[in-house]
């Protein structure tokens, strides 16, 4: 962030110009979710500590009711910035917990990240450039350092060269690498924690984009993702995210944006389902994919119950049936140097 004469930094308005700040308030607040961190929550505050960027910030880890010592090792931490904890036990989830953060935040840029991943020494520094030029920004995974070849080989890669595009509808980032100006998270309401721990970065900045702000992506401002390192609590993981999803469909079915869905995609994934599962005795990989998928479809069945919607199907809906407002891109803009900062 660049800053005015008098040391005070300054940041993106609505309208792509710059206002300025308190010259005690930080620039950025980087906020992070945690619940029973341990053994993994040191080695991303100790990346924290080592970030390249010199304006002001902070960070917020918001404890959901942790049960370990991961409150402790944030109070050993040796942060070279300002870092507090919020007790965020009565909210529910991870949803309510980043809410209760970015109630607690003084930054005018937030930045998300997780208590199991490691941000690269530059990433606030790259998230806080891309900023400057999109409203809202997601950023790469970096899925090789911290996972084994068997972990790997147990689920598709969460952002292929870009951000995922749920359902076909709109980009959104994952919620391990991602942030967006203070100001567009307030107009549109922020967290709904109603999600949970699912799904909820995906509403936000499906959200954002559709109040007009636009979603950049940052392939520089890298993430080390870590997977659940054993197959129970990947399966728990994934069954996790069915629900989200079924709750996501739920919310833009309403509202005319996704089409509604057929017994038809049930019998075509119950039949997908049964005839491969033969691939649990096909070696570990496979086993593996396989039963994460089933996790999944269990956890569409069980949000769906829980929404009151259809969904039970592997894939995307079908091309033509998702209705994208008009002037919404389908993919994420690019944050290179090349493009101009963009207004709503």
Known sequence: MTADGDGTAARPGRDGALGALRPAE?????????????????????????????????????????????????????????????????????AGALAAAARAARGRLLLFCDAD????????ERMEAALDRWPAVGGHLDEESLN??????????????????????????????CGVWREAYEEVGGFDDSFGGAAEETDLFWRLQLAGYQ??????????????????????????????????LARYQAVGLLPAESWRDVVKTSGWLAVHAVDCLRG???????????????????????????????????PG????????????????????????
């Open 117 to 124: 991943d490691i941000v690269a020494d530059d990433w606030v």
């Open 284 to 318: 570990s990989a496979r086993r593996g994919s396989y039963l994460r998928i089933l996790a999944h479809v269990i956890g569409q069945a069980e949000g769906s119950r829980a929404a009151g919607v259809l969904h039970i199907r592997r894939g995307s809906p079908a």
């Open 26 to 94: 930080p620039g950025v607040s980087v906020l992070v979710p945690v619940r029973n961190g341990m053994p993994y929550l040191p080695a991303q505050l100790d990346a924290l500590g080592r970030q390249t960027y010199q304006g002001r910030w902070e960070i917020i880890v918001s404890d959901n009711g942790s049960t370990d010592e991961s409150v402790r090792a944030v109070r050993a931490a040796q942060a070279p910035v300002p870092l507090r904890i919020v007790d965020s036990r009565e909210a529910p989830g991870r």
């Open 321 to 344: 049936t998702v209705h994208r407002p008009p002037g919404l891109a389908g993919d994420a803009a690019r944050a290179t140097p090349d493009i101009h900062p963009v207004r709503r």
């Open 148 to 177: 084994a070849p068997p972990v790997l080989a147990w689920r598709p890669r969460a952002t292929p060269g870009d951000l995922p595009c749920p359902f076909g509808l709109l980009p959104a980032p994952v919620g391990a690498n």
């Open 215 to 248: 979603l950049g992506y940052a392939p520089d401002a890298v993430v080390a993702y870590r997977h659940r390192p054993d197959l129970r609590s990947l399966l728990q993981q994934w069954r996790g995210y069915g629900r989200g999803r079924a709750h996501l």
